[in-house]
């Protein structure tokens, strides 16, 4: 499994950074055009904010797929990889006027927009500009998803989204503003969603609200059910790519589209997680009184989400054949959680050698920090080195 790494190459590269498998990305983002291509009105669009690297952001467009943003920056980084506004849809609770402006600019897709001031702001900033903003409404479902407390957004009880029961009367006003045009529901319930029971739960629930609409005359020309497909972190090697094939198919089975509607995408994690490794050096190897630790170059500001979610990475020595030995992987911050993993089995590990931490694609290189005034991490692809 080694051999997936040009680790000759490596040695010449400051420690630590990121790698990116670029054939496993046009694989997986094949992966993903094989399935939606069998259905009209398909639509993916990728969720920037889980990588917006500007190499990965090209392979990405290449392959069709368009940009989910949630913030003005992601737009702009979108437009600099050449996406084309109309294939740009803007999310989030709290847009700012400059960010709105900018979609509007940009004759984005579609705004998706959380609450009534916010409906009221765009109506405002579009009339302004002379022009109509497409909008979706996200709906908070109250769907919960089987994974992490702090990445389900679905629930009553979460911030996003507004109530159902505020659906019907927030869309009646909506049609009373001049400059929007109400194009879509949109949905998300969670992140690392690995259970298709929560997505099948999440189309009962379209199913229910298409229903209640259709009584008050109301139809849309697209539902966007957000993202949340997880990856298999505990095994990079043998399931590089998600299911996408169950994924899919369970909104083909169990989401009744209205004749003419459309269907939309938007994943991040499932499309660059596992085409993605933080590699680092090992500094020292210390033996404490019960446990022995092997202190690396990479610490939190490169890849938190150890530290913020307690997120599992597979870690690999791929510079040792040495037999396997036993160890804590920490990081050098002045901070307990800086920990990658603890009490996991390595090849025998010493000073020098690299170690990969897995599936680092996601949430991992967009999300560093300067901590300690350390350096960000630059990220390499297999394309370049
Ligand atoms: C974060 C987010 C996504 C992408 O989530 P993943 O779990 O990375 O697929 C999609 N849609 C919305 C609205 C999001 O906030």
Known sequence: MKGIFPVERFQ???????????????????AITAETSRHEGWHVHYAIKANANPKLLT?????????????????????????????IVYAGVGKSDWEINLGLDRDIFCFNVESIPELEVINELAA?????????FRLNPNVGAHTHANITTGLAENKFGIAMRDMVPVIEHASQ?????????????????????????????INELQDE?????????????????????EHPNRVPLPDFKAYFDTYA?????????TLHFELGRAVVAQCGSLI???????????????????????????ALYQAYHKIENITSEEPMDTYDVVGPICESTDVFAKQIDLNGTKRGDLLAIRSAG?????????????????GYTSDEL
Do not use: W
């Open 128 to 136: 302004a500009k002379g022009k109509v903003a497409r909008v979706a």
């Open 177 to 205: 503003l001049k400059n929007v045009q109400v194009v879509g529901l949109h949905f998300h319930i969670g992140s690392q969603i690995l259970d298709m029971g929560d997505f099948q739960a999440l189309c009962n629930r």
């Open 12 to 30: 010449t590269i400051r420690t630590p950074f990121y790698y990116y498998d670029t054939e496993l990305l046009r694989q997986t983002l094949r």
């Open 59 to 87: 392979i990405i467009r290449e392959a069709g797929l368009g940009a989910d943003c949630v913030s003005g920056g992601e737009i702009e980084a979108c437009i600099r990889a050449g996406f084309p506004g109309s294939k």
């Open 213 to 233: 609409l259709e009584r008050h005359r109301i139809r849309v020309e697209h539902i966007n059910v957000g993202g949340g497909l997880g990856i298999d972190y």
């Open 362 to 378: 996601a949430y991992g290189e967009i999300m560093a920090s300067q901590y300690n005034c350390r350096q960000l991490p630059v």
């Open 253 to 261: 089975k169990k989401l009744k589209l209205r004749s003419g509607q």
């Open 280 to 306: 680092t050096r090992t500094l020292y190897i210390k033996k404490g009184a019960v446990k022995q630790f092997a202190i690396v170059d990479a610490g939190f500001p490169d890849l938190i989400r150890p």
